[in-house]
């Protein structure tokens, strides 16, 4: 079985005077679980990425 899961998503802020969108990336919390399987395979994963600022 696979389930997916929502872990970011982007918020926009603004449009430049170029058309570049503006925004950040927002994380919504749950920490997926192929992070310890990635990091075990030599895969390395900073926590830091899954850490709300």
């Not at 950040?24 to 997926?32: A, D, L, N, Q």
């Amino acid at each position: 079985m696979i389930t997916t899961q929502e872990i970011f998503s982007f918020r926009q802020k603004s449009i430049d005077e170029n058309g570049k969108i503006e925004g950040e990336f927002r994380f919504h919390g749950v920490r997926p679980n192929f992070i310890d399987k990635f990091n075990t395979a030599g895969i390395e994963v900073s926590r830091d990425l899954f850490n709300p600022a």
